[in-house]
Every structure is written in C-alpha cells, then in structure tokens.
C-alpha cells in the first residue's frame, strides 16, 4: 500500500492556461474525490468517482473545471482558462466503501499569477 | 448556517493538559463522523472514526458523539507540542442524489512546552 499519490507536487501557471492533475488512488478503493482548499478553510468538495462513474460534482464547481476516471483506476483534474482565483491545494482523496474514511495524498499547490 | 461548524480559534493549551475540540452539523441523518489532523503545509491525516453514539477512545485521543444534539467532539490526553496542529472535522452529509464527506473550517491547536 503505497498510498494516495498526487503529482505534480507544486504548479505556477499564468493566468488563462490551462492545467491538469493526477492522482493515483490506494489500488483497492473503489472511490476516488477531488476536494480544494484555501488557507485557513476546510477542504472543500468537487467531485466523487465510484470507479470510472462521475457520481457527484460540486454545485459551486464552474464549468472550467472537468475530472476522468477513464479505467476506474488513477483520475485527472483539469482546469481550463485558470483564473486568479483557482489559486489553492488540490487534494486527491480515496475511500474504500460508503462511510469509511477517506485517505488524503499530498496535494498539488496552484499558483495562478 | 454551514453544514459543519468548528470554533477557529486558535485553542492553546500547556503540555499535559487536556485539548477538547468541538464540532456540530446540520445534518439530522449523518452516520459518519471522522477526525483528521493537518500539519501546515500537509494534507490531512486520519485520526479518529466514529459512527456510534457515545465514547470511543484510541490512545490519547476520545472521540464523543451525540447525534440527537448534533455534536461531535475530540478530546486530547497529555497534549504534547506535537499535537500543534489543526483538527478537522468531517461529516457525511447529503448533497443533491449523494452523500459526500464534508468538513468544517478547522481548529488550531497550538500545545505549549
């Protein structure tokens, strides 16, 4: 068990390219989240994956931002047209069942400029 | 109202003394409650799962959970300096046609030597 695996660790982009992220989920959970946070707040929810099924997407996530899960194994967080504002952790997350815990990777630090 | 509240602080306690943490939800139907710890700069880490009203201790740490009050707490043995940290609570919240992990905005902890 390897653990939840982010890469890249740390990207700066300017403003209006566009970005993606992977993560590599602990190879026995079904489930996979992406979740953002900004200093001093909670993570907050963007999607969920039961395999390679999209199961739930944040209301408050804009349209710029698209998640795949194509084999149901490692997922992909793209943001398009990156604005000031998506600067923050990018945390990956994987779960085995419904209501266990969820196990957090490092994360991917954005920085828009 | 958030779906999930955590007084910010900070919260200082000396070393050896007890840390609790408190936590409240809105939603009347959650089943899990989880603890995570996270270091500045790091993701957040598990400490303590919880589904059951009552008590449920792990080393240091005591979770309690009432569900008819909607709380759910953490308490700290012997806090030590390396408890310095920010708590998160999380809870399984519904949202649209699922149930998805929701956390609050953290508090920091801060144990003096």
């Known amino acids: 068990d390897t653990g939840v695996s982010q890469d890249p660790r740390h990207k700066i982009t300017k403003r209006g390219q566009n970005v993606t992220f992977r993560c590599d989920p602990i190879s026995e959970h079904n489930r996979l989240y992406w979740y953002r946070q900004t200093l001093g707040q909670g993570p907050e929810f963007l999607t969920y994956f039961q395999n390679e099924a999209q199961l739930e997407k944040s209301r408050l996530l804009s349209d710029r931002f698209s998640a795949e899960r194509p084999k149901g194994s490692f997922s992909t967080l793209e943001i398009q047209r990156t604005e000031q504002g998506d600067s923050a952790m990018y945390l990956c997350?994987?779960?085995?069942?419904?209501?266990?815990?969820?196990?957090f990777g490092n994360g991917t630090r954005l920085t828009v400029t | 109202q958030k779906e999930v509240e955590q007084n910010s602080g900070p919260l200082s306690v000396p070393e050896g003394a007890i840390a609790s943490l408190n936590c409240t939800y809105s939603?009347?139907?959650?089943?899990?409650f989880f603890w995570y710890r996270q270091y500045s700069g790091k993701s957040p880490e598990l400490i303590m799962s919880?589904?059951?009203?009552g008590d449920k201790e792990d080393g240091r740490f005591t979770a309690q959970l009432n569900k008819a009050s909607q709380y759910v707490s953490l308490l700290i043995r012997d806090s030590q300096p390396s408890d310095s940290a920010t708590y998160l609570c999380a809870v399984e919240i519904s949202s649209g046609s699922a149930r998805q992990l929701t956390f609050g905005s953290g508090t920091q902890l801060t144990v003096l030597p």
């Open positions: 939603d009347r139907v959650s089943q899990s």
């Open positions: 997350a994987s779960s085995l069942n419904v209501g266990s815990p969820l196990h």
């Open positions: 919880i589904y059951s009203n």
